[in-house]
């Protein structure tokens, strides 16, 4: 059933429609803040070595305070239609934008941390409206883009849950209250993850998913056949990459509680927390360059995390550290049509397919030559066509 066919589902959502409208309270007290900044001192070395540019940042403050206009990003974002919609008593949020051809199989995207629902918005209207960008209407798509748990305006769980059961609530929320019989996912990062357990534990509903990382593994202490030559060289070569990545998933994954009262108290604390990443995760990695994305986009996601209270959105991590949220136990495995989208300037590293095959029935693979982690944002219309070839072929199946 797709969305814009079912009239009575559709007004049933009505209710649960909103404009996005931040009180001035809360604005004001975002540049108060801003002004107040404590700057802390640079170690002597390269820009970047030990995190996040001190001059960087300082003209990220200045323009955010100064000319970053949060009412024209507000109205630009109204222009899409927005829902809350509750499931045991949690609100989350969505942005439907409603294909105009007669296909009925939507897309759900799933974004990760940390991103938001703002790295899909122009892709989803590239496949909703596709003849605005010289493509063709009749390949149109309804597109369903989520934020995940605590980002956005969604509300966080109460305490830590792992992508496997937030698929569960996102499972709820488009049969329960979109009525969607079935759909394709696509996911980054933590998306990539959900929508991987959504295929696993719902593949009734699922007719396929498009990653730009195959991000869940096999249990190794359990692996039939067994680990071959170049598995084991991928394995130990991403180990190898040992504090240098991965600190900040320890300490969002073990002790959230101490990193939020700094991220939840000061905007620069949390942009320098996440814009670092958007640094390290694109083509400006390892240069003193700013990171490749436009800058009013860049504040729209950290100004989101701000309003939200960007605490509960590093709580997922936990799952990781745990070891529950991205290995998948002996005898299970996603069995829908997967299509695997890798973008060169990704930080995820290349798997060999062996180890993709594991758990994912890899029917096609992609690689493109520019676009991050993000590729939303950097590499829009690659990312837009190649999820339309990903939904022609759900069509031709």
């Not at 323009?63 to 499931?87: C, G, M």
């Not at 792992?162 to 996911?187: C, K, M, N, T």
């Not at 100004?303 to 529950?324: D, F, K, M, N």
């Not at 998948?328 to 299509?339: D, S």
Request: one cysteine or more; charged letters at 20%; glycine letters at 8%.
């Amino acid at each position: 059933m797709a969305i814009n066919e079912d009239r009575e589902q559709l007004n049933d959502l009505e209710q649960f429609r909103f404009e996005i409208a931040i009180e001035e309270t809360r604005l004001t007290d975002l540049s108060d803040r801003l002004g107040r900044t404590r700057w802390p001192l640079e170690p002597e070395g390269q820009p970047w070595e030990y995190g996040t540019s001190l001059k960087f940042l300082r003209e990220i403050a200045q323009y955010w305070e100064t000319q970053f206009d949060w009412r024209a990003i507000e109205a630009r974002l109204n222009r899409h239609v927005h829902y809350s919609i509750p499931v045991d008593g949690l609100y989350y949020h969505l942005v439907i934008e409603h294909g105009s051809g007669s296909n009925s199989l939507p897309l759900v995207m799933f974004h990760g941390w940390p991103g938001s629902f703002i790295e899909h918005l122009q892709v989803a209207r590239r496949i909703a409206r596709p003849a605005e960008f010289g493509g063709d209407e009749s390949q149109s798509r309804t597109v369903v883009i989520a934020s995940l748990p605590g980002t956005g305006f969604s509300d966080p769980t109460p305490k830590p849950e792992g992508p496997r059961e937030i698929a569960v609530y996102w499972q709820r929320l488009l049969v329960e209250h979109l009525g969607l019989s079935d759909f394709a996912l696509h996911g980054s990062d933590w998306g990539a993850a959900i929508s991987s357990w959504m295929a696993i534990d719902f593949p009734g509903h699922v007719r396929g998913i498009h990653l730009t990382s195959p991000i869940l593994q096999p249990d190794v202490a359990n692996l039939d056949p067994p680990l071959r030559a170049e598995e084991q060289e991928f394995l130990e070569a991403r180990a190898s990459r040992g504090p240098w990545e991965y600190a900040y998933q320890t300490i969002q994954g073990t002790k959230p509680l101490t990193l939020a009262y700094g991220l939840t108290d000061s905007p620069i604390g949390l942009a320098a927390w996440l814009l670092e990443k958007y640094h390290g995760w694109s083509s400006a990695r390892d240069k003193d360059v700013s990171p490749p994305f436009q800058l009013d986009d860049l504040l729209t996601i950290v100004t989101l995390y701000w309003l939200a209270g960007p605490g509960p959105s590093t709580w997922i991590y936990r799952s990781q550290v745990e070891g529950t949220a991205l290995r998948v136990p002996r005898g299970l495995r996603a069995g829908a049509p997967t299509w695997l989208c890798r973008f060169g300037d990704d930080v995820s590293p290349k798997m060999p397919h062996s180890w993709q095959e594991r758990i994912y029935n890899v029917v096609h693979r992609t690689e493109i030559a520019s676009g991050s982690h993000f590729p939303g944002l950097d590499a829009t219309q690659d990312l837009a066509d190649n999820l339309l070839k990903f939904l022609r072929s759900l069509a031709k199946g």
